[in-house]
């Protein structure tokens, strides 16, 4: 079975004692790919380093929406210079996020607005963090032309379609495997096979059975596995599937 982690953050400090032994495990577990994403510049830097190291790591550079204050001119240049890297297939993580308010709101937008822009000028997709601030996402989206995904969707069924109008795709992670996470599951139902990803976020969003524990790519599996219990498939079904789509999304070659 082969699987791709379309979101993880294995540059993170959490991951500094065994990030070796976490990658092993991970290419132990079936992955062919793992999408490291960037937050800042610094570890968009250390997303590079790491798809440099690794064959089936890639790297996504971008400023998450807690520090779209940073996002200056020279920032930008240097996220433009690193993107060029070819073993960077997306813009990210941007975006928009209401519920922490790390950022002042009209910074944020700005800050959006700018590495949408640099992902058009690259013909990039964008992996984009969306939490409380749905309309103001779309809204921005709507304007833009390319490609990309809600990573982690926590939108629920409702907002789907407006989600796959946009031509996104829809990256489930971790909670998909929580008892009490319905609407996230009938959602992973809905979505049609070719718009799914799976994804960690690690190290957050452990699924169930790790949940408390540090997440790593290897437990993609769990959020693969409660997508085709939710579905009524094969988890070898959804594994190809969002394999597929991930090649597909961030051109990476057919593996
Ligand atoms: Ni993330």
Known sequence: MRLVDSHAHLDFGQFDADRTAVIDRARDAGLVAVLNVG????SSRAAVAL???YDFIYAAV???PHDAKTVTPAVLDALRSL???PKVVAIGEIGLDYYRDRSPRPVQRRAFADQLALASELTLPVV???RDAHDDVLTALKGWNGAGVFHSYAAGPGRLEEVLALGFYVGVSGPVTFPNAEALRAAARQAPPERLLVETDCP?????PHRGQRNEPAY???VAQAIARARGEHIEM???ATTRNACRLFGIESL
């Open 62 to 64: 971008g400023v998450h």
């Open 83 to 85: 993107a060029r890297h």
């Open 128 to 130: 984009v963090h969306s």
């Open 238 to 240: 959804v594994a190809e």
């Open 204 to 208: 957050f969003l452990t699924p169930v």
């Open 51 to 53: 798809a440099e190291q």
């Open 39 to 42: 937050t800042d510049l610094a």
């Open 220 to 222: 993609v599996q769990y």
